[in-house]
Nanobody
Framework: QVQLVESGGGLVQPGGSLRLSCAVS????????VAWYRQAPGKQRELVAS???????NYADSVKGRFTISRDNAKNTVYLQMNSLKTEDTAVYYC????????WGQGTQVTVSS
């Protein structure tokens, strides 16, 4: 059974940093695309960043230069380093894995507020 478990969310002041982790179990991470999405209250879920099996990455314009997605295939874990956080980054962040079907984590809350 494939499971994705996020951690690392919390409350941070504007300008601060957080690192989210997504531990994947039930399969090897290396051959698959992984991504982070987020959903703010009253808004649609949106793609934040993705990482292909070949190592290419893609970012939403709103987070370019501030967020970095990475993966440790040996640990079967995906990370999202978030720097220079803004109040508009407040959302529930979800880990996503694509094999022959899509898998989602349960989400972790990130709140950016002074």
């Amino acid at each position: 059974q494939v499971q994705l478990v996020e951690s690392g969310g919390g409350l941070v002041q504007p300008g601060g940093s957080l690192r989210l982790s997504c531990a994947v179990s039930g399969l090897r991470l290396s051959p698959y695309l992984v991504a982070w999405y987020r959903q703010a209250p009253g808004k649609q879920r949106e793609l934040v960043a993705s990482s292909s099996s070949g190592g290419s990455t893609n970012y939403a314009d709103s987070v370019k230069g501030r967020f970095t997605i990475s993966r440790d295939n040996a640990k079967n874990t995906v990370y999202l380093q978030m720097n220079s956080l803004k109040t508009e980054d407040t959302a529930v962040y979800y880990c996503y894995l694509l094999t022959v079907r899509a898998y989602w984590g349960q989400g972790t809350q990130v709140t950016v507020s002074s």
